[in-house]
């Protein structure tokens, strides 16, 4: 690191972070950012905690100083800054030890460090540690949401490791990560992850793909141009996360979008209801309500239900290659065939207890 490149009036860069005082005007913290660019050697920290301190004192105008090429990597190093105190952090561990307790509590973020470092834990091995611990501690689950009966195959790992042994699938639901969140998973390659999919649609088949607002013209360009055809826009409406919000250059967001691609009819029941319009709207799960909040980005049990039973047939293959807490798994029918992939082990570990179910 230079900091004689990187060090003014307003910026001391550490080992560990980023130290600001005073009152830097948004110009002249662009300008430092774009010079963090070009230092060499591990600036996570540099980075990670220049970035909240523009989102804190700018709000979303900071986004403006982030070059879309970096958006995601510079959206890790945020979450991890922003997580981790800087009082916390230890010098003589690498930033990615750090990432590994960074979706802990404070306490146990320093218990874990401190272990790391008197143990000499490799990054792997504190990974191990931490989910060993968690299981000893998880808190059980309101119940087996899985329906009996239903076939199910549970997967750990990334699915385009996974998918080309599966075979082909009559139906394919997913949530995948959407690139708009600042955890360290949710990193989007829609692209790479459609076309991989494509090689396992059945002949006949129906795919819902959800898809964040501010991506869907994109998403549809990237089915457009693999030739997977677009059947219907459905848009959840998700009205209860929006209370409480505030918002000061745009509208409060309150739906996202499902993309249904396919050549199949849709199973639709033959009483005719408003569960067939293309605005879907359905609360997004809570600790509070029936429907359990599992997962950050959790969607709801019921829609989900209801896009598997519209989108198949009983004995069809369905697979969620992004599964999340299960709710998939969760929602399918017993007379259906369940796949679900899932790359994070504390997932994993959610969907093994939610659903009862152990993974191949």
Known sequence: MNEIIIQNDYFKPTATGLVISGEPSYEVWEEYGRKLQFVEGAIQWLIGDWLNYGEQKWGEMYAQAVDETQAHTWRNYKWVANAVNLSLRNDKLSWTHHLEVAKLPSGQQKKYLDLALLDNLTVRELHNRIMIDSKLVLPPMSGKTVTAGTVMQLYKGDMLDILPSLGKFDLVLTDPPYGVTDYYWDISHSREWLTAIKQ????????????????????????????????????????????????????IDTWEMIFHVGNRELNFPTEWSEAWFDVQTFAVPQTNFNDTKYHPTQKPIELIRRLIEFGSYPGDRIIDPFAGSGTSGAACPSDRECTLIEREEEYISIIEQRLNVRRL
């Open 200 to 251: 396992h649609l059945a002949d006949s088949y129906n795919l819902f793909w959800f898809c964040s607002p501010a991506y869907q013209a994109d998403t549809e360009m990237i089915l457009r141009e693999l030739g997977l055809p677009i059947q219907s826009r459905i848009v959840w409406h998700r009205r209860n996360m929006a209370m409480g919000s505030a918002a000061r250059n745009k509208f």
